[in-house]
């Protein structure tokens, strides 16, 4: 027998199906639109949520605030049907009654409608197409293309767009396609609307356009949930803002009967002490060597928006400089469209390395000068997992080990070999496939494989993820050792502590900007966090 909220009991339930329990019928109020109960789902060796419990009221606007990795997300998906039920424990009650989801349909069916991200549209569709693919009109066999076009003009004017139904995705700025993709989850009756960094591509003009919009789905009786990393958007909007951190809920505010501002949020997010888990080191920089200034790119798909803006920063020897900022802040754009222009258009910006202006059009001509970069993704662009660990460490610069153009075997074993001494690579042999090792292990490779370039600066990009606390400790040290040795080192990490643990200054992006540049001894995660969110416009290079 299962229970609602209300303690009523109904029949078992068939498998995947919502369980039709009536709500009661003495409540004073109405009952929430949602609540998720000790919702816990684990990954292999990851605990994502740990008996999170959530409650939307209707007719709200419900905030989920925390870091990066806390778990917003993963929630989501939960909610959503991505990951469908048995895939976690823990309940889902939408208006009194239980959900087992399936599926994105089945939540979809349910009223509940989550808007990614990474928007799911197809550009070469028109309007009309996408708000109804999946969701087609019959006519007979046939779908009823002329009502759908009606249906479409009707439900383009209340999102507030005037387009011609016709209209191909792809001719249209992302801020008209994310007022598309709400056109198309009001067409499935959507009474909870879950929008995922819902403003993170879009100016101030459109993002101030959308928020209006949302609040007037609020008045009209529809439920929203917003995860966004834009503090001062989450305190114009949000009724009740809820705050994950580390895969827990810590709390829940209601903003009409407290005083909730940006510092009280952002202490919930970043409140947890920092751990003495990161190497000594006692900082000794030199001189400015490397020097990057009013650097702007575009988008590589979407030339209206820019994903660094005018952002300059500079590096000393043996110096670790961080970068922090949020998902979709433009760090790893920044990072890469320096290394080589690997990301992006290009527009303007200078680079200066040893007080000479020089040119990097693309990736060779990066290494030549000395640059290297550890992507933050090493499975699909650090490393070929079919190459053994020898070939991999030796990949970026092969002419090093060349001779009349033929790769000396014994030399990239010595050199092999090197590596797996001095970074304490676990495997017993450089002939082993790379594919075959740890993430810890894989990663050392991979800085191998770019200290084997002789660079003068090394940009590591989320250099610790999803390794264990041993090898993240021996990744620091090994940073110490490259700044001792009088190497620029970047890192870009989403760990606040890390950064705070392991570099000399920091800097600040929001929206593709350089906004701060902080000593890392006068640095806090709540003085982070509040650069990280909001354009202070106060870099010092």
Same mark, same amino acid.
């Given at each position: 027998m299962f229970h609602d909220v209300n303690g009523h009991t109904s029949g078992e339930m068939d498998d995947g199906e919502v369980n039709q329990v009536e709500p009661a019928t003495t409540q004073a109020e109405p009952a929430p639109v949602l609540q998720m109960h000790d919702i816990t789902k684990v990954f292999p060796g990851v605990k994502a949520l740990s008996d999170v419990s959530l409650t939307v009221r209707p007719a709200t606007i419900h905030a989920i605030c925390g870091e990066n990795g806390a778990g917003k997300s993963t929630l989501m998906k939960v909610l959503s049907g991505v990951y469908p039920h048995g895939t976690y424990t823990g309940d889902i009650i939408v208006e009194g009654r239980e959900m087992r989801f399936r599926d994105i349909r089945a939540s979809e069916e349910a009223g509940i409608v989550i808007i990614h991200q990474e928007l799911a549209l197809i550009p070469e569709l028109s309007i009309t197409e996408n708000i109804f693919l999946g969701n087609e009109l019959r006519r007979g066999v046939g779908i009823d293309w002329r009502s759908a076009r009606t249906r479409t003009v009707e439900l383009l004017e209340r999102v507030g767009l005037r387009e011609d139904p016709d209209t191909p995705i792809k001719a249209l700025g992302v801020g008209k396609q994310q007022l598309i993709e709400i056109a198309k989850a009001l067409n499935k009756n959507v009474r909870l609307l879950i929008l995922d960094e819902p403003t993170a591509a879009l100016n101030d003009t459109d993002s101030e356009h959308l928020l209006g919009l949302i609040r007037g789905l609020r008045d009209r009786g529809i439920a929203s949930i917003i995860i966004s990393h834009k503090l001062n958007e989450i305190e114009q909007i949000a009724d009740d803002i809820t705050i994950i951190r580390d895969g827990r809920v810590v709390e829940t505010l209601d903003v009409?009967?407290?005083?909730?501002?940006?510092?009280?949020?952002?202490?919930?997010?970043?409140?947890?002490?920092?751990?003495?888990?990161?190497?000594?080191?006692?900082?000794?920089?030199?001189?400015?060597?490397?020097?990057?200034?009013?650097?702007?790119?575009?988008?590589?798909?979407?030339?209206?928006?820019?994903?660094?803006?005018?952002?300059?920063?500079?590096?000393? &020897? *043996?110096?670790? %400089? +961080?970068?922090?900022?949020?998902?979709?802040?433009?760090?790893? @754009? /920044? !990072?890469?469209?320096?290394? #080589?222009?690997?990301?992006?258009?290009?527009?303007?910006?200078?680079?200066?390395?040893?007080?000479?202006?020089?040119?990097?059009?693309?990736?060779?001509?990066?290494?030549?000068?000395?640059?290297?970069?550890?992507?933050?993704?090493?499975?699909?662009?650090?490393?070929?997992?079919?190459?053994?660990?020898?070939?991999?460490?030796?990949?970026?610069?092969?002419?090093?080990?060349?001779?009349?153009?033929?790769?000396?075997?014994?030399?990239?074993?010595?050199?092999?070999?090197?590596?797996?001494?001095?970074?304490?690579?676990?495997?017993?042999?450089?002939?082993?496939?790379?594919?075959?090792?740890?993430?810890?292990?894989?990663?050392?490779?991979?800085?191998?494989?770019?200290?084997?370039?002789?660079?003068?600066?090394?940009?590591?990009?989320?250099?610790? &993820? *999803?390794?264990? %606390? +041993?090898?993240?400790?021996?990744?620091?040290?090994?940073?110490? @050792? /490259? !700044?001792?040795?009088?190497? #620029?080192?970047?890192?870009?990490?989403?760990?606040?502590?890390?950064?705070?643990?392991?570099?000399?200054?920091?800097?600040?992006?929001?929206?593709?900007?350089?906004?701060?540049?902080?000593?890392?001894?006068?640095?806090?995660?709540?003085?982070?966090?509040?650069?990280?969110?909001?354009?202070?416009?106060?870099?010092?290079?």
């Open positions: 009409q009967h407290g005083t909730i501002n940006e510092d009280r949020i952002i202490h919930g997010m970043v409140g947890r002490s920092l751990e003495h888990r990161y190497p000594d080191r006692t900082p000794n920089p030199g001189d400015v060597f490397f020097e990057v200034r009013d650097w702007v790119v575009q988008h590589p798909t979407v030339p209206e928006r820019y994903v660094v803006k005018g952002s300059s920063l500079n590096v000393r &020897r *043996g110096e670790v %400089v +961080g970068i922090a900022g949020l998902m979709g802040a433009g760090r790893t @754009e /920044l !990072a890469m469209s320096i290394f #080589g222009r690997s990301y992006g258009r290009f527009l303007s910006g200078t680079i200066t390395k040893d007080g000479a202006q020089i040119d990097v059009p693309d990736v060779p001509a990066a290494i030549r000068h000395g640059i290297a970069y550890v992507s933050e993704d090493r499975k699909s662009l650090g490393l070929n997992l079919l190459d053994s660990i020898k070939r991999s460490v030796v990949s970026a610069k092969l002419s090093k080990i060349t001779h009349r153009g033929m790769v000396d075997a014994r030399e990239e074993r010595t050199v092999a070999e090197q590596y797996r001494k001095s970074l304490r690579i676990k495997t017993p042999d450089v002939n082993n496939g790379v594919s075959s090792l740890s993430g810890g292990n894989q990663q050392k490779v991979v800085l191998a494989k770019w200290m084997f370039t002789d660079p003068d600066l090394l940009i590591l990009d989320e250099p610790t &993820r *999803g390794i264990d %606390v +041993g090898a993240k400790y021996e990744i620091y040290s090994i940073i110490n @050792e /490259l !700044a001792n040795a009088g190497k #620029g080192v970047i890192v870009i990490s989403s760990e606040l502590p890390e950064l705070l643990g392991i570099c000399d200054r920091i800097y600040t992006v929001f929206e593709g900007r350089i906004t701060d540049c902080i000593p890392a001894d006068q640095a806090t995660p709540e003085t982070l966090m509040r650069s990280m969110t909001s354009l202070n416009e106060k870099a010092h290079a």
